[in-house]
């Protein structure tokens, strides 16, 4: 029987627990205090504090099935057989207690033991790093380990240059020739070699040098085990799928695709490329959202952003043209839903912001289409043939038009693209955006040009969302200048800005800036606060822009509206948390949006589900109750005698801003809040979870995105009210009815398989032989599972039937074998453990047991009368 991705992990799992692991859950592919890293791209990444010694594990032993993210090939994903942006790796670890003996004698037996993975060991190879002799004599060591199998490979040291290090042995699994995709004599044609026959699915790091500042290697006192199996790997040769792609991660996506169009994975591998980009990603979309990553401009939400619109990219070339990706995501829940429930928690968010990013990329296309016409216009009156790189790129760098849709739109037109002048453009603004995007922001605190600005600012977005500024500082490419010109980004200052900056947890506002007669000169991307406390607006310049004109500065309104509700909404949270789980409950860290917002707070121990929704009513009660929203400036000691809470983590000036809701909530804030709870309108909790040791996690909408996810959950119920054939306000009666109609035919059925393994087991027990004073019993009875078998053998025992009881099944092609003797069989020799080893291997098998009780697996039903007959051969 193949196993599933579900079976392999979970016997990954309970393997190491039966080896005295501790097993941990995965941890937020958002690193957790490790500003290192964008993502968790390794299983050992969320570890490092243990490996580093700051921290202590309850036990040096842990395993654990960790979800990852990586796109530094981002380009190879959909093109080879297994570059994934998400992966799962499977690992297991030491820290500081067994080594290489246990690890990779571990391994061999996960591997080749019929119980866990049953891989056939004459397939499997070893490599090793070659001045580590220590590990292929362990290696030769194992059961059945072909010693010819191990190959000795320069590139096996894992070393990051300083710190713990040491050799490493890849395992690798030879799927034969049929997967060959070299000539034979190929040098790379062998286990570690760029070839598709034979593929790594394990990799065991022994951690037991110290990388000195000398370059020199001192031996650990402690050395640690850190192993790596990719779960999409090994699942791919457990199901002897082609690609990764064809296991049961990503084929129901795949063909969840293939009813959204009339092209059909496996026409060709041009479209074939297309179907795996959209499966992998939008796994990888689908769990970073999950966890609370975003789309944006910068860091993860960049990469998420561009993943989806690659996604959209790969959708137009199956000839998707409207919005799908969401429609993907329960199918990803379903199939990752039962070991990571978030995501199936989390469904209709994730749904929601891919839905939303996909339809705003579908606006930019449409604004590309338009000008790409424009331009097929102007060249066929200038009988013209190649589109002007320099115009595909302003195609791509303004509306998001990829180079791809460029070219099969200008093939339409008999055009062809010059794509040396777009790869020179492109080069160009990778360095501008090294530059304005990375280097300004990342150097906005440290730079003596951003220190050495200390023209005024006044911030005066608590009464409007336009004003009329100069334009007194440019920044552009970490120099000081006085203009600066279209299509550059910059970092600008004004005498008095409406933008508010990213702080205290509310994001920045965005919007435009223009010229007094309304006409657009930049884009406003960004706002933080410059080391000098003034507003730094980042742009995207339209038109030229000078220092010392007037402009006009324009929030987008909605998108601040947006986010002023979710803000207010925070501190009624806030609040009724306080109220429901006691004082205790304080803000350890907020995020607001237009879309969400995002609470983290302390408090030891699950919040219920009744406690939630008493939290949720609250802050609904006090929308209701139309509160006004007063803000006064005062001194920090007069606000707190006011009552008013103090957050986590701020450093607050001689004057501070006090935001008093109703007299309800009261708390120091600097952010932008409604003027009266009412224009939040409703507030709708999502999720709730910790997300570190004390400290738990709680997100939420407002407003139209509470109203939609309201609407999500209704027709969800109209939906199942049909499928049970009830009124939606019977439902729970309704189902409730059909699980004890479940329950009772379940026992009904269990009832007519006890009777009728009883009238079996009668018709059974009269074939019995004697041999030498023993009894036998060797027969074969169709389709039973090893429980049914069991059961059997109980009944045999109660009635003493004979004094050696042998029964074979086949179920699902797949054989079970039980062996059982009593104590007068066992005093004459005969005991189960030992006559199941000599008949197991004629049914492609193994197993193993007691002398009183024994059982196998096998892989050939036709071996099953042979079996039984050695019996009778062996005991005569």
Known sequence: MVLTSKEIRQKYLDFFASKQHEIIPSASLIPVNDPTLLWINAGVAPLKKYFDGTEVPNTPRLANAQKCIRTNDIENVGVTARHHTLFEMLGNWSIGEYFKEEAISWAWEFLTDEKWLGFEPEKLYAT?????????????????????????????????????????????????????????DDPENYPGGENERYLEIWNLVFSEFNHMPDDTYQPLPRKNIDTG????????????????????????????????????????????????????????????????????????????????????????????????????????????????????????????????????????????????????????????????????????????????LTQEYASEHQFTVNTEEFDIAMNEQRERARAARQKEESMAIQSEVYTSIHVPSEFVGYQTHEAIGELNAIVCHNEQ??????????????????????????VADTGVVETMDGQVVAIVENVKKAPNGQPMHSVKVVLPLHVGTQYKLVVDKARRRKITNNHTATHLLHKALKDVLGTHANQAGSYVSPTYLRFDFTHFGQVTPEELKQMERIVNEKIWEALDVVTIETDVDTAKSMGAMALFGEKYGKVVRVVNIGGYSIELCGGIHVGNTQEIGLFQIVSESGIGAGTRRIEAVTSQEAYELLNSFERTLVDTAKTVKSSVMDVPTRVGQLLQEQKELRSELES??????????????????????????????????????????????????SDVFVVATV?????????????????????????????????????????????????????????????????K
């Open 229 to 404: 199996m990719g779960l999409e790997r090994v699942t791919s040769v457990l199901q002897d799928t082609p690609t990764n792609f064809e296991t049961d991660l990503f084929k129901p996506i795949i063909d969840k695709i293939g009813t959204l169009t009339s092209i059909q994975y496996g026409d060709n591998k041009t479209t074939d490329t297309s179907f795996k980009v959209i499966a992998d990603h939008v796994r990888a979309v689908s769990f970073a959202i999950g966890d609370g990553a975003l789309p944006s401009n910068e860091g993860r939400g960049y990469i998420l952003r561009r993943l989806i619109r690659r996604s959209v990219m790969h959708g137009q070339k199956l000839g998707i043209h409207h919005t799908f990706m969401k429609d993907l995501v329960p199918v990803v829940a379903e199939i990752m839903g039962a070991f990571y429930p978030e995501i199936v928690e989390k469904t209709a968010f994730i749904q929601k912001v891919i839905g939303s990013e996909e339809e705003k990329f579908h606006e930019t296309i449409n604004g590309g289409l338009e000008l790409l016409q424009h331009i097929f216009k102007n060249m066929d009156e200038n009988k013209e043939t190649v589109v002007s790189g320099r115009e595909a790129f302003k195609l791509y760098d303004t509306y998001g038009f990829p180079l791809e």
């Open 128 to 184: 090793y790093y070659p001045e580590d002799t220590e590990t292929p004599n362990i290696w030769k060591k194992q059961p059945n380990f072909d010693g010819s199998h191990l190959v000795p490979f320069e590139d096996n040291f894992w070393d990051i240059g300083a710190g713990p290090c040491g050799p490493c042995t890849e395992i690798f699994y030879d799927r034969g020739e049929k997967y060959l995709d070299i000539p034979e």
């Open 481 to 506: 200048v006085d203009n600066v010109d279209a299509e550059q980004y910059a970092n600008v200052f004004f005498s008095t800005t409406p933008f508010y900056a990213e702080m205290g947890g509310q």
């Open 752 to 801: 007519l398989k006890a009777k009728l393994l009883k009238q079996e087991s009668n018709a059974l027990f009269d074939n019995v032989q004697v041999y030498h004073d023993l009894r036998i019993i060797a027969v074969e009875t169709p389709n039973k599972d090893m429980n049914a078998l069991r059961g059997l053998a109980d009944t045999w025992k109660e009635k003493d039937s």
């Open 811 to 875: 179920q699902d092609d797949k054989v079970n074998l039980l062996v059982a003797a009593n104590k007068k069989a066992n005093e004459k020799g005969v005991k189960a453990g030992d006559l199941i080893k000599q008949i197991a291997p004629l049914v492609a098998g193994g197993g193993g047991g007691r002398p009183d009780m024994a059982q196998a697996g096998g892989k050939n039903p036709a071996g099953v009368k042979d079996a039984l007959a050695k019996v009778i051969e062996l005991l």
